[in-house]
């Protein structure tokens, strides 16, 4: 059984290109969480979807970003005109139930790493 | 916004020795959680606790809650090598559909 698949693992983006990372979930995980992690630092939420669905995009910029999780295919969260503070690593983590159930844990992928140069 | 505050913020300790570590969070929570983060890794879940349960094992693990000082400790017993990594709290509540994570401990075990 896969885990969490993000992809890219590394990803190396110039000021105002964009970056694009992807997310599979558990195979069965319809919640999809999207994190990001500066050096040294713990995680920050920025949204929860589910399929076709945004639940919750409180931790994300108004700008610049956004996220998706269609009903076929990965979860996409999406940075354009990247800039130097966009630099961190991006988790996503998928969960099986609804964590206001108060017994649901979340399954973390290996991170995608964006570097804007 | 962040929910825990991880103390101490960094540890380092000798093999077989106990390590600590304490998490203090501020709002009405249903569960806490603890994850561990080896460099450059994903996160990995140790051990849930519910808000009406004081105390739980797992294995080497050790949790406590005690919600009226919105706090709780993660104990690892005869540590190892292996137990070098990053430690997080994260706590979820029935009115909010994600998990707050703590500002972590970074642990040291030496051989």
């Known amino acids: 059984n896969a885990g969490v698949m993000q992809n890219p693992r590394h990803l190396v983006r110039r000021r105002g290109q964009e970056a694009r990372l992807r997310c599979s979930p558990v195979?069965?995980?319809?919640?999809v969480y999207w994190y990001r992690q500066l050096p040294e630092e713990g995680l920050k939420f920025m949204v929860y979807?589910?399929?076709?669905?945004?639940?919750?995009e409180s931790g994300m910029p108004k700008e610049r970003f956004s996220a998706e999780f269609p009903k076929e295919g990965p979860s996409i969260l999406r940075i354009q005109q990247v800039v130097r503070g966009d630099s961190a690593a991006y988790f996503c983590?998928?969960?099986?139930?609804?964590?206001?159930?108060?017994?649901?844990?979340?399954?973390f992928g290996e991170g995608s790493r964006l570097t804007v140069l | 916004s962040q929910q825990g505050e991880e103390d101490p913020q960094a540890l380092s300790i000798q093999e077989g020795e106990n390590a600590t570590m304490n998490c203090s969070y501020k709002?009405?929570?249903?569960?806490l959680q603890w994850y561990r983060q080896n460099s450059g890794r994903g996160l990995v879940h140790l051990i849930l606790?519910?808000?009406?349960?004081r105390e739980k094992h797992s294995g080497r693990l050790r949790v406590t809650l005690d919600t009226s000082k919105k706090s709780s400790s993660l104990l690892i017993t005869a540590s190892r090598a292996a137990d070098t990594a990053s430690y997080f709290c994260a706590t979820g509540s029935y009115n909010t559909d994600k998990l707050i994570f703590g500002t972590g401990t970074r642990l040291q075990v030496f051989p």
């Open positions: 979807l589910q399929k076709e669905n945004i639940i919750d």
């Open positions: 606790i519910r808000s009406n349960e």
């Open positions: 195979k069965g995980h319809s919640h």
């Open positions: 709002t009405s929570i249903n569960n």
């Open positions: 983590a998928s969960s099986l139930e609804l964590l206001t159930g108060g017994t649901g844990e979340l399954f």
